[in-house]
């Protein structure tokens, strides 16, 4: 059993699965661990200051230097992160318990997919032929997957502490709304997720899909948290999901 700050099933769903893929990985667990380290978004040496270790040692370990760690290690570095998260709020081990423990048994869900090595998300938005309307140059940031939701199932179906753990809570994912009229509702819900909250955990960028007239305020919502907002042209819900799952990664 990992000791971490909060007991909750999910977050022990959560470190299980993080030290699991890094244990599994018997080409490179450093580069799992890697990743784990960068969605949590610190630093290799704060991590090590946390850990009391040297920055060189969690370099070594990422790099592949260092032989495979022992389950001692991973067992240090997953509780170390978690406890490091928890220390500021806890935002981002709460946006990814939903992807290992989903609380959300619901078809508004229609993919939720993990790459296997992160990819800058304008890959992605041109798969899904995409304009875009916001802060085109961020599309180069990466993003380790993306959740893709029905918004009209999602709004009838879910609740509003549900539809903003969805929306805001996608951290260094994509997000991606079908059968949205005008984008209003998603945009706000994510600009409200932002409020009160030491650390911003919100999707790397917005898809939306169906969109009948797109609302100014959806635009200005998303060029002010600076997330690039864009409106894809396939033309079915169907159709879209297709394109996501035949989208294979570089």
């Known amino acids: 059993m990992f000791r971490v700050m909060d007991q909750s099933e ?4 959560l470190a299980e699965t993080m030290a699991g893929e890094i244990c599994l990985s018997e080409n490179d667990p450093g580069a799992v661990m890697k990743r784990w380290r960068e969605r949590f978004q610190i630093s290799q040496k ?12 969690i ?15 991973i067992k240090r570095f997953v509780e170390g992160l978690i406890d490091m998260d928890a220390a500021n709020g806890g935002r981002i081990a709460m946006a990814l318990e939903k992807l ?28 899904l032929d995409c304009k875009v309307l916001t802060h085109k140059s961020l599309l180069d940031r990466d993003i380790y997957g993306y959740t893709a939701l029905d ?3 999602a709004i009838v179906n879910l609740t509003p502490q549900q539809l903003l753990r ?21 945009m706000v819900a994510i600009k409200a997720s932002q409020i009160g909250t030491s650390v911003a955990v919100k999707p790397a960028v917005v898809i939306l899909q169906g969109v009948k007239e797109l609302d100014p305020l959806a635009v200005r919502i998303a060029d002010s948290i600076h997330i690039p907002l864009c409106v894809s042209s396939i033309q079915t819900q169907d159709r879209l999901t297709k394109e996501l799952r035949s989208f294979e990664p570089p």
Do not use: C, M, W
Request: aromatic share 4%; glycine share 6%; no cysteine.
């Open 10 to 13: 999910a977050l022990q769903k």
């Open 46 to 57: 704060d991590l090590a200051k946390h850990l009391d270790v040297s920055p060189s040692v």
């Open 59 to 73: 370099s070594d370990y990422e790099s592949g230097r260092r032989k495979s760690p022992r389950v001692e290690t």
């Open 100 to 127: 290992v423990s989903p609380e959300i048994a619901s078809d508004a869900i229609l993919d939720s997919r993990e790459f296997g090595v992160p990819i800058p998300s304008r890959l992605l938005v041109e798969k």
């Open 151 to 153: 918004s009209v199932k």
């Open 166 to 186: 969805l929306y805001g809570g996608t951290t260094q994912r994509a997000a991606i709304l079908t059968n949205v009229k005008t984008g209003r509702s998603p």
